[in-house]
């Protein structure tokens, strides 16, 4: 994991000086557009795979986002924002966030449409013994498991991050409305002060 984390950082951070030579030529919602399709696309491309990584992984990658945040809205000082209100002022969930996010959408997709497969067997039904209000809902096995590296497995973290969301958000019947529910909870959560 970690000379990938070190190639994809440097890549991230040359298209980021890219875009900083660029900026001055670029509207704002032109910039937003080219940072998330040059560098937001990559980092999400590796969030699925990173939950439970490293605090160091995670930071790393929250470099790069806050990096990325004060080149779009083009702030040469860090005492100008801090990073967490150019994150807010984007509407950006913080990358710990936006992994949980990845994740929870690819189970919503697994759920309700069976795609793609190898994910959806991953998962498995709580078969119940009798019928019950509860069973029209998606209810998953929680498995076991007795090792670290499995917890990071698809099938042991989806529903773990799918129980801890709350039941509005799974009664969702469409991925836009499942994906807007859940970008508001996680927003709240991420930027709610303690």
């Known amino acids: 994991m970690e000379p990938h ?10 298209h980021i000086r890219s875009l900083k030579q660029i900026h001055l030529s670029l509207d704002d919602s032109m910039a937003g557009s080219v940072a998330s399709s040059l560098v937001s696309s990559r980092l999400d491309y590796v969030k699925s ?3 439970g990584t490293s605090l160091k992984n995670i930071n790393r990658f929250q470099r790069i986002q806050c990096s990325l945040a004060r080149v779009v809205t083009y702030q040469r000082s860090h005492a100008l924002h801090s990073s967490t209100a ?7 969930l913080p990358v710990e966030w936006r992994i949980r996010f990845q994740l929870a959408t690819m189970t919503f997709k697994a759920l309700h449409t069976g795609r793609p497969p190898y994910l959806t067997d991953q998962l498995q039904y709580y078969q119940l013994t009798r019928s019950l ?7 998953l096995v929680k498995p076991w498991h ?3 590296f499995g917890s990071c497995a698809f099938r042991i973290c989806a529903p773990h991050i ?4 709350p039941t509005n958000i799974h009664e969702a019947q469409l991925v836009l409305t499942f994906r807007r529910n859940l970008k508001a909870h996680y927003f709240q959560s991420a930027f709610s002060t303690p």
């Open 162 to 165: 799918w129980y801890s969301l």
């Open 86 to 92: 150019l994150l807010k002022q984007l509407h950006w």
């Open 5 to 14: 984390t070190k190639t994809l950082s440097s890549s991230c951070f040359y």
């Open 133 to 139: 209000r509860s069973s029209g809902s998606h209810q």
């Open 49 to 51: 795979i990173l939950y």
């Open 146 to 148: 007795n090792l670290f």
